[in-house]
């Protein structure tokens, strides 16, 4: 430092709106101990030690800024009033808070909103998330979460979604843990109310201080704690309605009577066997008349309103020894599938205690209840009543009916098209859900010295499941199980406990060198014990739908179970300086070992993975030569490269075990069950990242934009065992894959006067993925809901893999000319006719085979992100938030079954315009029984456009004038999510995902969709 950066620096803080002058603002140099306070006309005086000093300068009411001297003695600085969206906010990196003008990592802060329907993070981070990371929901049921993935697909088979850690602890995502109810998730986030949550924050980049666990990017949510000793008690409550979802257009009873007659003749039934049947009776005076002429809207005896009601209050407080915050709260959730439900009861106590001088001890408790009736959704024939109203037949009746034709009370059961009725499996299946989540944690802190502290948290988790499952008989249709018999019911259950050990003890330097050198150094030793315990249990056959619990004594059961342990230890080490507030530069490297890996990995140090990053930023705009740019207020270029790795290995997998067998319901026995792989080790990712930050125009307009190429290497695959193992594949490491992007956002304050604020905010991002290699270079083809999906070098991931189509053939004639041929299943083969679909030759021999198959798709969009806007009036607050998608393409499951015309299955009114004859122009083939000449196989038929936008959130709130001795605020709000869908899609919805895996991106296998609902709610401050 040289003497003449030394002096005062005056100034004054005005308001940017109305250009008064604002008192009592705060002035503060960041780490040197220089502050001032504005008098009555705003003026300030504060001592400087470097001509580039960063002022931070805050003031009730109004938003914080950050200011670069760039070598001036005085400054005007004006301030936005509160309502705006905070640009210089304090973010949570994973070594505690830091302004976000510091920061060398791509970081993301989403701020909480009190005043929200979201019942979960998830949905806090969608509406707030924009271009950082691509969310996609997995179903419109309340609470079940979404799927996450921040810069592109960074695994293949393991976890591609991010690290999420809890007040410092790191949470299983559970992504790998399957419920017994078809179409639903497990989401560990259901477990934290967002009135708890006091900020969230999503890491990009530099998170190689989690090693292994953070290739896919990391999420941080701190819970709330109290401030400050003041005692405030916040109550919020909320009312939800939620509309049911549209439905596809179906046929209607006449136009189902038609085709099921056509369908029927297409078997090769005679014509004088077809007049007979019930269905086809034309005569009222026959009893069979009544069973087939009804009028049924079955949808609407499966959906219901779903309604939503939200409490919670919070305390804070405390005195000089202690400061505490106390929550408790409860939501109740009412599905719009009828019977479904869900409850949830959850508490939280956060302590701060000072013991003395130099030791503190922090203390978290929460404990969270979820209770669920859950239903089977998506396609499922069987037990999803949703999938079974929208097959079913429009002119059955939901009840009986006598020999006389005379209707009954009593539910009718599966009908002669072998489709059960939905109505009676919602209302005699007995599906439920029942989670329980506890934890502790202990965080003692001893600062040994000024500048030298000593951290440890010690955290136990307990997370208990329990689920029971039953399919009554009767109302749903025979099934067959291979190897078993036929089954008419089916009971299931399963109980999951999963205990957590967590222990992260750490010793932090902090130092200032001469007042312009500052340092922070990070090292530490992190324990996890994982032990995860799953016992299930199935049996069908229980005689009555009153038999609905497992007894042993029922047909083909069957028993499984998990007993595993995870354990891992971690060695990392972080340091990170600044020069002048200018210059900044961090370096981190950690060390893990797990008990997931072999002994003789390829890549570490005697299978221990070593996970370096470095990440640098320049704060260009306290330069002295920026002092005459006068419209860039703030401008830092940052700039890293950090390796990371994903440890997501199926247990024991580098060991040889064996596993209990039943033998016949007699005996039992082991079997091999895996041989060891001692090369097993984590995926490792690479990822280099350049990026800005900018504010113009007095901050009016502020940027952010990011670079990044990242390569994934040791990608984790399936690989062939000898035949002779009779264990098929093993998991290997082998393959890598490259994600090259971008991602930008824009937030400008459109106006900005003493009453009126209004803003505008976009983001938009994009990557590309290209797989490099694989184990010896050859495809991989994963079959996924009837279609298949093509990993190949050179090529994205996962890309949709099938036949393309050409129309159908209109003649005879046609067919005969093209003279395509399918082979059969009993060896010969059979040409394609009229009224048959055209599909695209690759080899050029005349066959329609799997040598024809192609690319016909990706799931990968080509651009997504957010849009959203605020209007402040006084005390009124109108905020919209828009999503969107473009460039990605959906597998569309859920019309291929409604329109493949092979079945008895009720059909979209597409196949109205099926090919019925001779010369008949369409593209909508010939609806045979079974399909014979695979017309529906899985091809571009089913490949549609995904794009779209999507009116996410509007909200409305309004903040009562009212202060009184016992009252200290109290707001109002309404909202509406999911306004609206503008999209080609011909489905319900076009975000969809059928599962977390990345193989299950992009397909739409007819969950439950987000739907349009209405919110009213108050915050009372007290």
């Known amino acids: 430092m040289v003497a003449q950066d030394k002096g005062m620096f005056k100034g004054k803080i005005t308001d940017a709106a109305t250009g008064q002058p604002i008192s009592a603002a705060q002035v503060s140099i960041p780490d040197k101990n220089a502050s001032a306070v504005t008098n009555e006309n705003g003026e300030f005086e504060v001592k400087i030690t470097s001509a580039n000093d960063i002022m931070q300068v805050s003031a009730i009411g109004y938003d914080v800024r950050e200011i670069g001297m760039q070598g001036r003695r005085s400054a005007e600085i004006r301030l936005y009033r509160k309502g705006f969206t905070p640009y210089f906010k304090q973010v949570q990196d994973l070594n ?111 998170t190689s201080i989690y090693g292994s666990k953070a290739a896919n990017g990391v999420v941080v949510i701190n819970t709330k704690r109290a401030a400050n000793m003041v005692t405030r008690i916040d109550l919020k409550m909320f009312l939800s309605t939620t509309q049911s979802p549209a439905g596809v257009p179906m046929m209607n009873g006449d136009d189902f009577r038609i085709y099921a007659s056509d369908m029927l003749g297409s078997t090769g039934v005679s014509p004088k066997l077809v007049d007979n049947v019930g269905f086809l009776i034309t005569d009222p005076s026959n009893t069979q008349y009544p069973v087939y002429h009804n009028s049924t809207d079955w949808r609407k005896l499966v959906y219901q309103p779903g309604f939503t009601q939200n409490y919670q209050i919070n305390v804070t407080g405390g005195d000089e020894k202690a400061l505490y915050y106390f929550s408790i709260g409860l939501a109740d959730n009412k599905g719009i599938v009828k019977t479904t439900d869900w409850n949830r009861i959850n508490s939280r106590f956060n302590a701060d205690f000072n013991l003395g001088d130099h030791l503190n001890l922090g203390l978290n408790i929460g ?8 239903i089977d959704d998506g396609v499922n024939r069987y037990s999803s009543p949703t999938w079974q109203a929208v097959i079913k037949s429009p002119f059955l009746s939901q009840y ?188 981190s490297v950690s060390f893990d070992a797990s008990s997931r890996f072999g002994r003789n990995t390829a890549g570490g140090i005697n299978g221990v993975g070593v996970f370096p990053a470095i990440n640098g930023a320049w704060l260009v705009s306290s330069e002295s030569f920026m002092s005459n740019v006068a419209p860039v207020n703030f401008l830092k270029l940052r700039v890293g490269y950090a390796l990371s790795g994903n440890d997501d290995i199926r247990d024991y997998e580098s060991q040889t075990y064996f596993n209990s067998v039943r033998f016949i319901n007699r005996a039992n026995g082991l079997v091999l069950a895996n041989l060891a792989n001692t090369r097993v080790q984590w995926e490792s990712t690479a990822r280099a990242n350049a990026g800005l930050d900018l504010g113009l125009f007095n901050d009016r307009l502020n940027i952010q934009a990011d670079v990044f190429h990242s390569t994934t290497s040791d990608l984790l695959t399936l690989q062939p065992l000898p035949e002779i193992t009779g264990l098929g594949y093993y998991w290997a490491n082998g393959g890598s894959m490259t994600n090259t992007g971008w991602e930008a956002a824009a937030q400008v304050k459109l106006v900005n006067t003493g009453n009126f604020q209004w803003e505008v905010g976009l983001s938009a991002g994009s990557y590309v993925n290209e797989v490099k290699s694989l184990p010896d270079d050859k495809p991989i083809v994963t079959a996924r809901y009837g279609g298949e ?234």
């Open 96 to 206: 505690g808070a830091v302004n976000q003008s510091a920061a060398t990592a791509s970081i993301h802060g989403i701020a909480t909103n009190d005043l929200s329907s979201a019942l979960v993070a998830d949905e806090i981070i969608m509406r707030q998330i924009g271009a950082t990371a691509r969310q996609v929901i997995r179903s419109g049921a309340e609470g079940m979460g979404t799927n996450l993935f921040i810069r592109g697909m960074n695994s293949l088979n393991a976890n591609a979604q991010p690290l999420y850690i809890v007040d410092g602890v790191i949470w299983d995502n559970m992504q790998n843990v399957a419920s017994i109810h078809g179409g639903h998730f497990s989401n560990p986030l259901d477990n934290i109310p967002v009135e708890d949550i006091a900020n969230i924050t999503v890491l990009k980049d530099g």
């Open 367 to 374: 404990f969270t209840r979820n209770e669920r009736s859950l």
């Open 400 to 587: 009986s009916f006598t020999n006389q034709g005379e209707i009954t009370a009593n539910p009718a059961v599966t009908d002669i098209f072998d489709i059960g009725n939905p109505t009676a499996v919602i209302r005699y299946s007995q599906n439920f859900q029942k989670k329980y989540r506890f934890n502790i944690s202990v965080v003692p802190e001893w600062k040994i010295t000024p500048d030298l502290k000593l951290t440890s948290l010690f955290d136990y988790s307990l997370y208990k499941t329990i689920e029971g499952h039953f399919v009554p008989e009767k109302f749903t249709p025979l099934r067959y199980l291979e190897n078993k018999g036929y089954s008419k019911n089916m009971i299931s259950s399963q109980v999951m406990r999963n205990t957590n050990i967590y222990s992260n003890t750490y010793l932090t330097y902090t130092k200032a060198f001469d007042l312009q050198h500052r340092l922070k150094a990070l090292a530490g030793v992190r324990y996890i014990f994982n032990y995860l315990e799953s016992d299930y249990a199935e049996e069908h056959n229980s005689g009555s739908n009153n038999n609905t619990t497992i007894t042993g004594a029922y047909d083909f059961l069957y028993v499984d179970g998990l007993n595993v342990e995870t354990k891992s230890i971690s060695n990392y080490y972080q340091a990170e300086y600044a020069y002048d507030q200018r210059y900044f530069l961090g370096a």
């Open 789 to 1022: 999906l093509i990993t190949e070098v050179g090529s994205p991931y996962a890309s949709f893999y099938g036949y393309k189509t050409n129309g159908v053939f209109a003649s005879q004639a046609d067919a005969d000319a093209a003279g395509l041929k399918k082979l059969m299943p009993d060896g010969s083969y059979s040409q394609f006719g009229a009224g048959d679909m055209i599909f695209e030759e690759v080899v050029k021999d005349g066959i329609i085979d799997e040598k024809d198959r192609q690319v016909i798709g990706s799931p990968i969009p080509t651009l997504y992100g957010n849009f959203n806007t605020r209007f402040n009036y006084k005390r009124f607050t109108l905020d919209a938030v828009f999503s969107y998608s473009y460039g990605n393409e959906v597998y569309n499951y859920y019309r291929r079954n409604l329109e493949s015309g092979s079945d008895y299955s009720n059909q979209t009114l597409a196949m109205l315009r099926r090919w019925t004859g001779e010369g008949q122009t369409t593209v909508v083939p010939r609806a045979v029984y079974g399909d014979p000449m695979g017309n529906a196989r899985f091809s571009d038929r089913w490949i549609e456009n995904g794009s779209f936008l999507r009116f996410k959130n509007l909200t409305f709130s309004y903040r009562l004038p009212l202060s009184s001795e016992f009252i200290e605020g109290l707001s109002v709000w309404a909202s509406a999510d999911n306004l609206y869908t503008w999209t080609s899609y011909l489905g319900i919805d076009p975000e969809v995902a059928a599962g977390n895996s990345v193989f299950d991106q992009g397909i739409d296998n007819g969950l439950l969709p987000p739907t349009r609902s209405f919110s009213l709610g108050v915050k009372i401050n007290l």
